[in-house]
């Protein structure tokens, strides 16, 4: 089972946090620093093995990490396990990032935090690996951002427009307009505010 | 006016912005303000993007806790975009710990039956990562329908869901089981996999399940083999071997089916001997799959001619060059060793020169191994290796690879002059890192080699002239010196080279010890106590050994003083004794120190009027008195520290001039007997109130019928107080079954002659017994 997965720059920032266990929020920070701590002291031509840190608990845990650039990803796993497997698990993460950012790079793990952990859904799911077939992940996250874009269309992008008439100071809006025989109901236009 | 709420972009782009710390600290605080404004309003338009931009804090490690309640109200908003980040937000801030939690049991129930597929993929997402053990068994059912969907995607959710939910309530393996073996048919990879997790999953929690699927192993073979065989295929593979995450829980499954089953394992060979010859091994994905299959080879019960192989494998990969490989090898061995292991040894030289890697990782690995590799034929050249890399390793592999040659040292050892060299070797490079209890080996060790004081006494002398510093070394040769001074200034030595040493020199490095602040404080008590040994060993030193325990009689460690006060009565009072009490130690008995203890607590009931010698652990010594069954008393540290004194005879005595004798435990007592009924009575003294007599009487029934409403009574003479505690029951099954126990407690404060009655009702064999008896023969102890 995996444990965690951490994302973070050469200098410690995280840029991806990810636990299947429950932490506490403080714990939950102490574990990326002190892995950012031990992970740092690695260089470059050593395996990309480690034993876990203490927090994580235990002696079954293992860090699996690769560097990439100025970034490291980390997967914290026990002995269930395959070290080799997870290194291939990390590799088909960053290459289906790659396809779906188009050259992915930290910034766009940097403004793009949201999208990354719901493409990250879709490889892991639970502490356990779901799918490892990059056109297959991709398709679906492109089939979602399209469904976010189509109901977005209702209101946000006119949200700026939206909140202007909003703050306009219309004068009340009456229901009913009775002029002699006529009787025009207004339409209720709260629901697009 | 509201003020326009910032997009995440424009968040992030202020915070990376931000300068310094407490500037970023502001920025996001005055944000949080803004966000916690947002959700008080209630507006639901930009409700998911606030909770966007705090889950980004969140990442940062700010407190998002007021989010909690708004991730429901977008769970429950009709709009994806809106679950979608609310889910999120559910995973990453809630949590079981918290009621709230519960309240989007309802959402997902929703979600899942109704929502179209990606939003059933969220609530099965949340439901695998946060579902407590409530919310598993509510939702059980749900998950269950969803086995049953049409689209591959929300299977293969809905299975690895269906896994979490086990491992949180294990009752619900019971609805996925059936539905597994229909699964395996499937072709889509996802599915499969999952699958696959979920049976691992089931077998590997229950036997029963275990049963039931090792009929599927025909079924995993042929998906493997098709998997093999299909050679490339774009969807799935990686560097050109099929989909080797499939492949891998494949192997891992038949793993668990195969071991300790020899059909099984039977029926897996040809195909385990077919991926270990035929898989690519250049890429990592083939090595990854190669070392599963060693793994599950070793594991199950494989052809002989098969084991080798993947032995052979595991070989070739520890000389690969990539240091992943490498570390996977040494792993995988390290699981070996202990079924396969002269096939292990066979690579031991490689192993050994892991040791020398740079890399932490990998040294850590080849020590463990190494560690389990030596036996009695190689322990020479082994432990001259782990010596040296004891001298060169990190510090925190030095304790482990310390005890780990004191371990093998004891357990090989050749001749006992190698193995005090060992342990000498140990002390002096990684000393401070050693356990206490290789003090205690070490001082045995020494004392049972008679015919090496000599040698041992030398070689510790050198060492500890170099260097004082490190305790466990100071200690032994404190002691040591103390024992066997005298072999010290005889000059020459065959063994070692020729050592000149006088008496002062001897006493000015005990001295050094003494007064350093490096030492501990027992490595103190041990160098005060060898120099009063000194004092009887060596001759014309007592006044300068007097000096000293003078010095140290207002030492402000209370330990120090005490022993330097009584050590100081021997000069005084009791110089006459002096020389007969601090004679050499009898040899210990190896291994059961306590025992030795206990022997000698009986010789110390013969002497009353001796001068009360300070022992160092007064506490074990109470333990050893009021441990009245023979268990051991405690740590092995103690022994050494209860050496002062030669003969063992007054080791034991506390510092109150009359000792009492040690409780012998008291013999049981059969007192009743009837068709298989009987009553036993066992007694206890406590120590520390005389007048009291615990009395347990014990009922047991070894007949063919049930003894029921069993009451026993008692009765004692007038000057005794007697109190009868509840039983344990008052029905015996037959044929041996549970007991039934009584505790009687019974005051005596006359040391009046015990007298007991007793009286026993109950129905056997369909009849109604009542016994009225006197406990005859009751052992003197019970009432003196």
Not at chain 2, 308 to 332: E, H, M, Q, W
Not at chain 2, 749 to 768: C, E, I, V
């Amino acid at each position: 089972m995996i444990q965690a997965i951490l994302v973070f720059n050469n200098h410690g920032k995280p840029r991806l946090v990810r636990f299947y266990q429950r932490f506490s929020e403080e714990i939950q920070q102490q574990i990326v620093r002190e892995t950012f701590h031990l992970v740092l002291k690695r260089d470059d031509n050593i395996c990309n093995f480690l034993e876990g840190g203490s927090l994580i608990g235990g002696s079954d845990y293992k860090l699996i990490y690769r560097h990439y650039a100025t970034l490291y990803f980390v997967f914290c796993v026990d002995s269930s396990e395959s070290e080799l497997g997870i290194l291939d698990l990390i590799q088909v993460f960053v290459e289906t990032l790659d396809k779906c950012f188009e050259n992915v790079c930290e910034l766009d793990l940097i403004f793009h935090m949201d999208k990354v952990h719901y493409i990250l859904q879709e490889v892991v799911m639970g502490g356990m690996v779901l799918e490892t077939n990059m056109n297959e992940i991709v398709a679906q996250i492109e089939a979602q951002n399209k469904l976010e874009k189509s109901e977005g269309g209702l209101s946000a992008a006119p949200a700026r427009a939206v909140s202007a008439v909003k703050n306009l100071n219309l004068p009340e809006i009456p229901r009913n307009i009775n002029i002699g025989d006529l009787n025009i109901k207004v339409p209720n236009l709260s629901q697009f505010v | 006016m509201v003020m326009p709420s910032l997009k995440l972009q424009d968040l992030i782009e202020e915070i990376r912005g931000a300068k310094t710390q407490a500037q970023e600290r502001e920025v996001i605080q005055k944000e949080c303000a803004h966000i916690r404004a947002s959700f008080r309003d209630g507006d639901p338009l930009h409700r998911h993007r606030q909770l966007a931009k705090l889950l980004y804090v969140h990442m940062l490690g700010y407190p998002a806790h007021f989010g909690q309640m708004e991730c429901l109200k977008l769970i429950a908003s009709p709009r994806f975009s809106d679950k979608r980040v609310g889910y999120l937000g559910a995973m990453l801030l809630l949590d079981e710990r918290q009621d709230a939690h519960l309240l989007i049991t309802n959402s997902i129930k929703n979600d899942l039956s109704q929502g179209i597929q990606p939003v059933q993929g969220l609530a099965l997402c949340t439901l695998s990562t946060m579902g407590s053990a409530e919310m598993c068994r509510d939702l059980a059912t749900e998950v269950e329908k969803l086995f049953q969907q049409p689209s591959p995607y929300v299977r293969k959710k809905a299975i690895l869901t269906a896994v979490h939910m086990i491992r949180k309530v294990p009752e619900l393996s019971s609805i996925f089981l059936p539905l597994c073996a229909q699964l395996l048919h499937e072709r889509h990879h996802g599915i499969l996999l999952g699958t696959i997790t979920l049976i691992t999953e089931l077998c590997e929690r229950s036997p029963t399940a275990l049963r039931h699927f090792r009929k599927v192993v025909p079924q995993l073979v042929q998906i493997l083999r098709t998997l093999v065989a299909s050679g490339y295929s774009t969807e799935h593979s990686i560097s050109g071997v099929s989909d080797p995450f499939l492949q891998v829980q494949i192997l891992r499954l038949l793993r668990i089916l195969g071991r300790n089953h020899e059909e099984s394992s039977e029926a897996m060979n040809d195909l385990l001997a077919q991926v270990a010859t035929n898989t690519e091994t250049r890429q990592n994905a083939g090595n990854a799959v190669l070392f599963e299959t060693v793994l599950t080879i070793m594991d199950i019960h494989s052809a002989a001619g098969l084991r080798v192989l993947a032995v052979n494998i595991l070989g070739r990969f520890l000389l690969n060059s990539d240091k992943n490989i490498r570390y996977v090898a040494l792993t995988s061995l390290l699981r070996l060793v202990q079924s396969d292991h002269s096939a292990v040894q066979r690579h031991r030289p490689t192993v050994v020169e892991c040791l020398q890697e740079p890399d932490p990782s990998l040294s850590r690995r080849a020590l463990e191994l190494s560690l389990a590799l030596v036996n009695s034929s190689n322990v020479r050249a082994m432990t001259r290796e782990l010596q040296g890399f004891l001298e060169s390793c990190p510090p925190d592999l030095q304790a482990d690879c310390a005890s780990g040659i004191l371990l093998a040292a004891e357990r090989f050892a050749p001749t006992k002059r190698w193995h005090i060299d060992t342990i000498l070797h140990v002390l002096t490079t990684a000393g401070n890192h050693v356990q206490d209890d290789a003090i205690a080996n070490l001082t045995q060790l020494i004392g049972e080699a008679q015919e090496l004081h000599a040698y041992s006494v030398r070689r510790l002398y050198s060492a500890l002239a170099e260097d004082i510093s490190q305790q466990p070394l100071a200690q032994v040769a404190a002691w040591c010196i103390g024992e066997y001074g005298d072999l010290l200034l005889e000059g020459s030595c065959e063994e070692t080279e020729p050592l000149q040493v006088e008496e002062e020199e001897v006493l000015a490095l005990l001295e050094k010890v003494l007064q350093s602040h490096m030492s501990l404080p027992a490595t103190r008590g041990y160098a005060l106590t060898a120099l009063m040994k000194l004092s009887t060993r060596f001759h014309g030193v007592s006044n300068r050994v007097h000096q000293v325990m003078s010095i140290y009689g207002s030492c402000l460690d209370v330990e120090l003083q005490q022993r330097a006060v009584e050590y100081n009565q021997f000069f005084q009072k009791y110089d006459h004794m002096r020389a007969a009490i601090l004679e050499k130690m009898p040899l210990m008995e190896r291994g059961s120190p306590q025992v030795e203890e206990k022997a000698e607590e009986s010789k110390a009931a013969q002497l009353t009027e001796t001068a009360p010698v300070p022992t160092e652990p007064q506490a074990s010594k109470l333990l050893d008195l009021l441990d009245l069954l023979d268990g051991p008393s405690g740590d092995t540290q103690h022994p050494p520290h209860l050496d002062p004194s030669p003969g063992g005879a007054l080791v034991h005595l506390l510092d109150l001039p009359c000792v009492p004798p040690p409780l012998a435990p008291i013999p049981n007592l059969r007192v009743f007997e009837r068709q298989g009924l009987q009553l036993n009575l066992s007694f206890v003294r406590p120590p520390g109130i005389p007048a009291l007599l615990l009395i347990t009487a014990t009922a047991t029934n070894s007949s063919e019928s049930d003894v029921t409403h069993f009451v026993c009574q008692a009765a004692v003479p007038k000057n005794f107080q007697l109190q009868l505690q509840a039983p344990s029951g008052d029905t015996l099954p037959a044929q041996g079954g549970l007991p039934i126990t009584q505790l009687l407690r019974i005051l005596n404060p006359n040391k009046a002659p015990l007298r007991l009655k007793l009286r026993l009702t109950y129905n056997h064999f369909g009849q109604s017994v009542q016994e009225i008896f006197e406990v005859n023969n009751l052992p003197l102890e019970t009432w003196q």
